[in-house]
């Protein structure tokens, strides 16, 4: 592995700063101020949460690197169901997915994979394969507060171009009391589903415990509609498809916490989180194709069944030493996925039965990650100083076992036959020291650090048997510097300068040929890609308004190097090679000739490939976000309070025909609400509404422009007593519709003459849903 000087030197010189730190420094131990005992906190009690006399806003947090930090009372009056469900609510979360369905999250409109998910400020896998996580697999009942970290600092892993989302599950220490919620949703086919939640926190074996459990069956009938035509400019309809898509299934959850003071000075938190996921998704489409004068139609029932499990443990004790403070953390997250895919097609050519047959994909997957982190800080001077390092161990197994079915015969039984196996483990190993360093001069805090990443990487990736193995590395150094200048007591301007990177998505670094898998062309891994990397700057002004509100302003822009991008490895696929002994078989028809003077006369001239990804890129990323959230007291209105965010994003990349945005980055997003609090009436009602810009995504062989109509909620509370309330809710009142257009083509060459194989407009609409929940604190 190679190592820069400078790393080596940041290596030596933590090394002599621990030495340091471990000298004389001990006399001087002082009890450590977060480690305080339970009991001199305030507690948040949770029947406050449970009934909330008092509009929330956004916090206006402390740190000195950019960070919005939202407590779930926030989102709450909505009736949030996931973490989904209220980071749509942030300033710059764009979900490019499945309408009311907030699963990948995209900071800034990058893909999921350039914003690193943190669950207690500790990394998870997840099952996308671009690294990402889930988001709506979390509920939100089992949040304490969202964190959106707009850059990175040392003391952080540096996986998040985009940013960084902590999401922060309750703890003990911070709350007292218990609470349960019922309710249940109403859809829009009359379909009414459950939900059940409940929480409790208090004193127990020495300490303070925290335990809670979720169950909320999941629910979103869907109906889409699909106008394929050969072109777009003749518009000619070739085919047309009715489908309707049910997602049927129930999340169950838990998570507990346990803090207990050690010693005068020590802390021992342990918590802990599971999230079941049984689902159903059951897809119906009817299609019917015009061809020659026939008329084509295909039944195409499918099947997906989900069954995805993620849980995570650690625990962090905390103690004064050398004059500063030690903390040891250790975790292990796993998430499993047991899932089933099947999808038949039965086809009537002018209605006679003329083809039956299936495919079915079994899929067995576990991604486990286990670390190990010791950062002290201690002051130096007239600064803190931290140093530490974070180990990190992740093995990825993957396993897809393929079925077929063909028939002979109408009446012929489905049976499927296994096809073809294919699985692959990924291991990686890393570790990062750091050292930062802040401090602050009257009005102005600083913050600055290095962070030097390592990764070992070993991949093996098989099929029916046969495998390949091998292995890579890489290194890359993080610096990071944060600068807060408080004007007065109301106003500051922070800046930001940050390295970051996103390590290479798991299916691109498989070694496996996946064939046709763009349009003719092929695919095959590259286990030697390296990680992606961005210098990256952030300006901000945040200015507080009265007593409750604030309202900001940042500019952020990202210069994205080693850009991993499709590229034609120059290789003819099996596709290119059958088409000419196509060419050749029908010359030999023709001409009356044999083999080798119809091969002698039939130049080959392939026009499908085998692709691959490779570092050859560059690309930039800007835009401005705003947010605002206050009461308006100015208008003598202290009870109403008025959201607002809109974030302009925008962005340069290069690829195989020329200048485009980052893939599925859309153009804007915001969210403007209000709520109307009515004290003497113990009663609250608001609304908010959401719309996200257009996004476009280009990859070889296919083009997608997605947009979506706006979502508006609504909500009315009623509160009785200091223990329980009751709230309707209402989501999607307008029946949105996501709305998808594809331009597809058959190769590259055919992309760049704009010659179509199909242009396709699909629409997606799900109707309007309604909750009733009832909260009771004791």
């Known amino acids: ?24 420094a001990f006399a001087q131990a002082t009890p450590v101020a977060a480690a305080a005992p339970a009991a001199d906190a305030a507690m948040k009690q949770l029947d406050a949460v449970v009934v909330q006399g008092e509009i929330v806003y956004r916090n206006r947090t402390p740190d000195i690197a950019p960070v919005l930090s939202y407590d779930l009372e926030y989102f709450q009056r909505f009736e949030p169901s996931t973490v989904g469900d209220m980071l749509k609510r942030v300033p710059s979360a764009v979900f490019v997915s499945d309408v009311l369905e907030y699963d990948g999250v995209q900071l800034r409109g990058l893909d999921p994979g350039y914003t690193q998910i943190l669950v207690n400020g500790r990394k998870v896998p997840g099952a996308g394969d671009d690294r990402s996580f889930w988001v709506d697999r979390i509920p939100a009942e089992m949040v304490e507060r969202v964190e959106i970290l ?20 309750r703890d003990a220490y911070e709350f007292d009391g218990s609470y349960i919620r019922v309710g249940a949703m109403r859809y829009d086919d009359g379909e009414i589903q459950p939900t059940f939640g409940a929480v409790t926190s208090g004193e127990a074996l020495g300490g303070r415990l925290l335990a809670g459990i979720n169950v909320q069956d999941r629910y979103n009938p869907k109906v889409k509609r699909s106008d394929r035509y050969d072109n777009p400019d003749d518009m000619e309809l070739v085919s047309w498809e009715d489908q309707t898509d049910t997602r049927d ?7 507990v916490s346990y803090t207990v003071n050690v010693g005068d000075t020590g802390r021992l938190s342990v918590d802990g989180f599971y999230v079941k996921t049984d689902r159903e998704q059951v897809e ?101 100083m931290e140093f530490g390092i974070d180990y990190r161990s992740k093995q990825r197994d993957t396993t897809h076992t393929y079925f077929a079915f063909e028939a002979e015969a109408e009446d012929d039984p489905v049976v499927y036959a296994p096809d073809t196996v294919i699985d692959s483990v990924i291991e990686e190993t890393r570790i990062d020291p750091y050292l930062m360093f802040s401090g602050d001069a009257g009005t102005l805090a600083w913050e600055a650090g290095l962070r030097y990443e390592t990764t070992d990487s070993d991949i093996e990736s098989g099929q029916d048997g046969e495998s390949v193995r091998v292995s890579s590395d890489y290194s890359e150094l993080l610096p990071s510097l944060h600068l807060k200048w408080d004007i007065g007591e109301a106003s500051r301007i922070s800046f930001s300068a940050a390295r970051s990177l996103r390590r290479p998505n798991f299916n691109h670094v498989l070694p496996a040929l996946l064939s046709e898998e763009y349009g003719d062309n092929d695919f095959l891994g590259n286990p030697a890609l390296e990680p992606e990397t961005a210098n990256g700057f952030d300006l901000g002004f945040e200015r507080r308004l009265g007593k409750r509100g604030v309202a900001g302003v940042n500019l952020f822009y990202r210069d994205v190097s080693n850009l991993i991008e499709l590229v034609n490895t120059g290789e003819p696929n099996e596709t290119a090679f059958d088409d000419w002994a196509d060419d050749i078989e029908a010359y030999m028809e023709d001409n009356g000739v ?44 202290p009870d109403t309070g008025m959201f607002l965010n809109y974030s302009w994003l925008d962005s340069e990349v290069e690829d195989f025909l020329g200048a485009r945005r980052f893939n599925n980055q859309a153009e804007s997003v915001y969210n403007v609400g209000f709520i109307q609090d ?13 719309k996200q810009g257009d996004a476009y995504s280009r990859v070889l062989a296919e083009e997608v422009l997605t947009t979506y109509d706006g979502d508006l909620e609504v909500f009315v509370e009623k509160r009785f007593g200091d223990s329980l309330s ?16 594809f331009d597809k083509f058959d190769n590259l060459a055919d992309q760049l003459d704009r010659d179509h194989d199909e242009y396709e407009i699909e629409a997606e609409h799900a109707g309007p849903r309604y909750q009733l929940v009832m909260r009771y604190a004791f």
Request: negative net charge; charged residues 25%.
């Open 284 to 384: 119906i489409s009817f299609e019917e194709e015009y061809d020659d004068g026939e008329v084509i139609t295909k039944d195409v029932p499918g099947l997906t069944e989900i069954d995805q499990t993620n849980w995570g443990i650690g625990a962090d004790y905390r103690f004064a030493m050398a004059g500063g403070t030690t903390e040891i953390d250790l975790d292990h997250a796993r998430f499993e996925d047991k899932s089933t895919e099947s999808e038949e097609e039965e086809e009537f050519v002018d209605g006679g039965w003329e083809a039956h047959e299936g495919e079915a994909l079994d899929i067995d997957a576990t991604d486990a990650e286990s670390s190990f982190g010791i950062a002290h800080r201690r002051p130096l001077g007239a600064t803190e």
């Open 249 to 255: 299934g129930q999340d169950y959850s838990g998570n």
């Open 594 to 637: 044999g083999e080798d003077e119809a091969i002698a006369a039939v130049p080959f001239e392939p026009d499908s490939f085998v692709y691959t990804m490779d570092n050859v890129g560059d690309g930039e990323v800007w835009g401005v976000e705003f947010d605002l959230s206050t009461p308006l007291t100015a208008f003598n209105m």
């Open 1 to 24: 592995m190679k190592k820069s000087p400078l790393a080596i030197a940041l290596s030596r010189g933590m090394a002599v700063m621990a030495l340091v730190a471990s000298g004389g």
């Open 678 to 690: 009515l004290p003497t009436w113990g009663a609250s009602f608001g609304a908010s509404y959401r």
């Open 726 to 741: 009751v709230r309707l809710s209402g989501t999607n009142l307008l029946d949105a519709d996501k709305t998808e257009v």
């Open 150 to 169: 707009r850059s990175n600092s040392a003391n952080r892993s540096g996986d998040a171009v985009a940013g960084a989302i902590n999401v922060v599950l």
